[in-house]
């Protein structure tokens, strides 16, 4: 089973560039990647070649202005009736209450993870240590528990409750690669997620069939892009995982490598020597056991025993998996006069949901940050009007062009 991903790039162009699909919905394995995001309806999205998933899901509150745990549970609810509950299944989101006390309700099986990124800012918010986000960082990534230690150890040393607030509060196996029980691959944090508020930024406040219009609109032009880009693949993986593949050929060569059964390898040279089993497709580096990509050891163990090294790649990561994922052609749902909706459907009788006292002031149209997180505030000039620069750097010899009105103006 196969789910969706997402992520959060500073410019969304950029990230649509970056983003691969590998899998159908019919032989994926499985990483949701959940967040609170400022929509009025849920969507879903494609995915890229950075983690071996496929389709890529977004959660959005499911269609409420607040997302809340009832809210977060229906959505959860309808989800698994599609995709089942399995303990291959990896749920990757923030920390907020409603989030992980639906999942607990309606996963028992599959893994809860916690987005790094988020893990990091309560850190910078709480305890006022920054300096030590290098070792948090380099906990988070490392593949081997004896490294994840070595970090732990150091930030331990410095401040304390941190490593106290990171074991026992959030937890290791919540946020560490090497600590997480399930199959995380390289996903980390859930930053994609934030992506969908630029590119939703105009159309979020239209009315449900406007924005899911607008939702389809861009996910067939991006299914019909990489339908096009997937079928121009010479390669047997898809670009990204070959090019992070491709340099480790090199990376191998002068390895010693020596065989202690008919499945298992000890390669020795370089920083970190590694025993390989290529049945088992593990390696006690552990880059091969969590990435599900031959590493360095795998890649030289793969030479001395004349296997291929692409037949150690997980299927996810391959040409066909991406042919599969967009396979199909998403079209669009037409005008509601040609809609065929179901009589029970026409004749359901829908209250309004109940009204809440109307603030004063003008509405908000924009999410509030989360913790951690600080928006650059724009300078405006007190001479011309304009943003970007403060009145004694304006080279303006007009007056004010938009903004303040001149004072010099005759009565």
Request: proline fraction near 6%.
């Amino acid at each position: 089973m196969k789910v969706v991903l997402f992520f959060e790039a500073g410019n969304w162009e950029e990230l649509e560039d970056r983003w691969e699909f590998r899998g159908g919905i019919g032989g994926l394995n499985s990483i949701l990647v959940e967040e609170e995001i400022s929509l009025r309806a849920s969507a879903t999205q494609p995915a890229e070649g950075n983690p071996p998933v496929d389709p890529l899901l977004q959660v959005t509150g499911a269609g409420s202005d607040e997302p809340n745990e009832d809210a977060w549970s229906w959505f959860l609810t309808q989800l698994k009736e599609i995709i089942g509950d399995t303990d291959e299944l990896a749920l990757i989101s923030d920390r907020a209450p409603s989030i992980k006390k639906a999942i607990s309700t309606v996963f028992e099986k599959a893994h809860h993870g916690a987005c790094a990124w988020h893990v990091a800012q309560n850190i910078k918010n709480k305890f006022k240590c920054a300096d030590i986000m290098g070792s948090y960082w380099s906990a988070v990534n490392a593949y081997r528990c004896e490294d994840f230690t070595g970090y732990i150890i150091e930030i331990s040393n410095r401040y304390p409750r941190v490593a106290e607030y990171l074991e026992n509060e959030v937890g290791f196996e919540k946020w560490s690669r090497c600590h997480y029980p399930g199959l995380r691959y390289n996903i980390t944090t859930t930053n994609m997620v934030e992506s969908l508020n630029s590119m939703l930024v105009n159309a979020r406040d239209f009315p449900y069939v406007a924005l899911l219009d607008v939702i389809q609109e861009k996910m067939s032009k991006w299914w019909n892009d990489r339908q096009i880009v997937a079928t121009a693949i010479t390669t047997p993986l898809t670009p990204s995982r070959e090019s992070e593949l491709r340099p480790r050929f090199a990376q191998s060569n002068g390895r010693h490598t020596s065989q202690l059964n008919p499945i298992t390898y000890h390669v020795k040279g370089g920083e970190l020597e590694g025993v390989v089993d290529i049945f088992n497709k593990t390696c006690t580096c552990k880059e091969f056991d969590i990435d599900k990509l031959p590493c360095v050891h795998a890649v030289a163990a793969a030479h001395h025993a004349q296997v291929s090294v692409y037949s150690l790649v997980s299927p996810y990561y391959t040409k066909e998996y991406y042919l599969l994922a967009y396979g199909e052609t998403i079209y669009p749902v037409g005008s509601q006069s040609q809609w065929d909706v179901p009589n029970e459907v026409v004749t359901r009788i829908v209250l309004p949901r109940e009204v809440k006292e109307k603030k004063r002031g003008r509405p908000k149209t924009s999410r509030f940050p989360s913790v951690g997180e600080f928006r650059k505030r724009k300078n405006r000039c007190g001479k011309c009007g304009a943003y970007g620069h403060y009145k004694k750097k304006c080279n303006s010899q007009t007056g004010s062009t938009e903004g303040n009105p001149p004072t010099n103006v005759p009565g």
